[in-house]
Every structure is written in C-alpha cells, then in structure tokens.
T-cell receptor, first 116, second 112 residues
Framework: AQSVTQLGSHVSVSEGALVLLRCNYSSSVPPYLFWYVQYPNQGLQLLLKYTTGATLVKGINGFEAEFKKSETSFHLTKPSAHMSDAAEYFC??????????????FGQGTTLQVKP | EADIYQTPRYLVIGTGKKITLECSQTMGHDKMYWYQQDPGMELHLIHYSYGVNSTEKGDLSSESTVSRIRTEHFPLTLESARPSHTSQYLCASIGRLNTEAFFGQGTRLTVV
C-alpha cells in the first residue's frame, strides 16, 4: 500500500530564507507526486506535480520539487521565503499509469511559519 | 481557475439533523471525490465516483452517503449528524486526461 510521510509537522523560517519541506513516499512503483498548499479556511491549491519526464519540476509562487527515485523523496523548496508563503503544505501521491484512479493519499501536512 | 463549488462553506447543526453538503463542478470531469479533514490533520478519502451512477466508499469509513445522478453534481448526505462528524469536508474532481485534482473551498461542519 502507498503511504506518504512528511518530516516535520511545523517548519519555521525567516523571511528571505530557504524553505525546505520534506516528503518521502512508499510505493512499489513510482507514483504520481503532488504538493498542495492550503491557506486557512480554504481548499487545496496545486503547487506542482510530477508525473513523468524531468525530475525537477517548477510550480507556482517560486516553488520547485525534485523527484528522487532512489530516495523515494519529493522535497519541496523555495529559495527565498515570503510572508505570504505561511500556510499548510501537503504532499500527496496517486497511482501512476494505467492504475491511476485519481485517488490521493496525503501526508500529514507541514505548517510553514515565516517570521519577519 | 478551477470551477468546483461547495456549499455551504460553514454549517453549525444540532445532533440528529439530516444534512446535505453540495459539490458542483462545471468542468465536465468524470471523477469526483470527497475527502474528510479533521483540524490539523491529513485528508482522508471517504467517497469517490468515476461517473454517473457510480459511487464507491473510500479508505476512511464514513457514515455519510453520496449520489451521482448528474456529472456535475456530487452531494454528500449525513442522515443523522453527530458531534463525531464535526470536520472539514473537501470535494475534488479530475478530468479524464488530467492527473491533478481540483478542490473546492471546503465545508466546515460543526455538529453540536
């Protein structure tokens, strides 16, 4: 069965500092990988996704993530944090290829705090 | 811009009441999903549908039920609300050729 682990339920960075949110997955075959952001009292917004091709994917708001098959990881980074980045971030996976059902398995989420 | 809508956004209701949470999308997506999110917790799939007249239970057991009579509409019903149903409910949809899910704004349900 697939599972997702996000290391660190809370991450605090200073404005302008590097943001690194960690995500590891467990799956017998590489799944589709996603990062979503959730602002208070809102739904989820897709930041970026990996399905096939280039392993370094760029998303919205300056975020990017790298799929590392050997490490079963999909860490999210942003070179310089902005106050508006403060939110809840979820890593998620879904089965790939012909087995894709669209059903998402989520990590437990990481709350990003950005200090002035 | 995703066109998936949930109503109501917030609902406070007494124990034993019947409620229906609405979810509609205008993108013609076949696949639709309901996720439950407890405060500060991850999301868990409770129901999904791959098309009209298709509904399945998700990974997390739920006392709610769903229906899919029209492609664009996927309502969730609780016949008798209990305080344990207090949670946020998020609806999502995916198109046939898409891989990413589009989410609604969510319904925050409080049962008192």
């Amino acid at each position: 069965a697939q599972s997702v682990t996000q290391l660190g339920s809370h991450v605090s960075v200073s404005e302008g500092a590097l943001v690194l949110l960690r995500c590891n997955y467990s799956s017998s075959v590489p799944p589709y990988l996603f990062w979503y952001v959730q602002y208070p009292n809102q739904g989820l917004q897709l930041l970026l996704k990996y399905t096939t091709g280039a392993t370094l994917v760029k998303g919205i708001n300056g975020f990017e993530a790298e799929f590392k098959k050997s490490e079963t990881s999909f860490h999210l980074t942003k070179p310089s944090a902005h106050m508006s980045d403060a939110a809840e971030y979820f890593c998620a996976v879904s089965p790939s290829g012909s087995g894709n059902t669209g059903k998402l398995i989520f990590g437990q989420g990481t709350t990003l705090q950005v200090k002035p | 811009e995703a066109d998936i809508y949930q109503t109501p956004r917030y609902l406070v209701i007494g124990t034993g009441k019947k409620i229906t949470l609405e979810c509609s999308q205008t993108m013609g997506h076949d696949k639709m999903y309901w996720y439950q999110q407890d405060p500060g917790m991850e999301l868990h799939l409770i129901h999904y549908s791959y098309g009209v007249n298709s509904t399945e239970k998700g990974d997390l057991s739920s006392e709610s039920t769903v229906s899919r009579i029209r492609t664009e509409h996927f309502p969730l019903t609780l016949e008798s609300a209990r305080p344990s149903h207090t949670s946020q409910y998020l609806c999502a949809s995916i198109g046939r050729l898409n891989t990413e899910a589009f989410f609604g704004q969510g319904t925050r349900l409080t049962v008192v």
